[in-house]
């Protein structure tokens, strides 16, 4: 947990407040006309960066996963609710979310994270906003009349999932970030959500609370709280 990552470039390395270290893991750099973070270590899986082309193909197979997403957040006939995506991470779902006519507003803890998602997010012209910073502040901080409708949680969680994709994913994040706050989140969720929160979860894993009600997929299912 929390490996050692250094900047490629100056800039980087000052934007992100990245100190030199010759020994650091993971190496944060500009190849191939993207952002990406490169594992240094032998046998270490591709590099890490956020590809929306690459994502929505992904998300053609696997229409059915987001036909699930956009019924847990209460896209229906004209209804389009305005969503914060509280955990975004590289943004897959804040990017479905958005393209599915939703106002979406993205917060992610780590700086590192954060700048991936934002180059994948411009160099695909995608419009969300995204806030670096804990959500739970961000949420504690909103003017009432700038909560949104819904409040969407994807903590991290071990997946089973074998996708290679996913496997790096997860291999990468979860040597870069601490325990996602899950619980906590969730009770500021509440407390800022004007019409529901909707959390990611593995098909196995338990529950954050008693759910209104579930949509299921072959892995992952979104728990609905009303409020
Ligand atoms: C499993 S990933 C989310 C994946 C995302 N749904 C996607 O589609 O790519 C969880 C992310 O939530 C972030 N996170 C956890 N707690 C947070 C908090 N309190 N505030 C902001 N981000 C948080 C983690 O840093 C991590 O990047």
């Known amino acids: 947990m929390n490996a050692r990552v250094a900047a490629a470039e100056p800039a980087l390395a ?8 010759p020994h650091a ?25 956020v590809d929306f082309a690459s994502a929505d193909a992904e998300r ?3 229409a059915g996963r987001q036909l699930a997403l956009a019924r847990a ?18 943004g897959r779902d ?21 700048a991936l998602l934002r180059d994948g997010l411009e160099r695909a012209a995608c419009r969300l906003r995204l806030v670096v910073g804990d959500a739970r502040e961000f949420m ?4 009432e009349d700038a909560r949104p409708d819904v409040v969407y949680l994807d903590p991290m969680f071990p997946e089973r999932r074998k996708s290679a994709a996913v496997k790096k994913e997860l291999q990468y994040l979860q040597e870069l970030l601490g325990p996602d706050d899950a619980q906590a989140l969730f009770a500021a969720a509440l ?18 609370a008693r759910p ?12 609905v709280y009303l409020v």
Do not use: M, W
């Open 14 to 21: 000052a934007a992100l407040n990245l100190p030199p270290d």
């Open 25 to 49: 893991e993971f190496v944060l750099e500009h190849a191939h006309g993207r952002l990406q973070l490169r594992d240094t270590r032998e046998g270490a899986p591709g590099p890490l960066y």
């Open 94 to 114: 804040a990017f479905t979310l958005a393209a599915l006519g939703c106002d979406v507003t993205a917060v992610e803890r780590s700086p590192i994270i954060a």
């Open 212 to 223: 209104n009600h579930t949509l299921e997929g072959k892995t992952v299912r979104f728990d």
């Open 60 to 62: 053609r197979r696997d």
């Open 140 to 143: 504690a901080g909103l003017a």
């Open 191 to 208: 407390k800022c959500a004007r019409q529901r929160v909707v959390v990611k979860r593995p098909v196995h894993a338990p529950e954050l």
């Open 73 to 90: 957040v209460g896209v229906k006939g004209d209804a389009r609710p305005s969503v914060l995506d509280a955990t975004a991470g590289l």
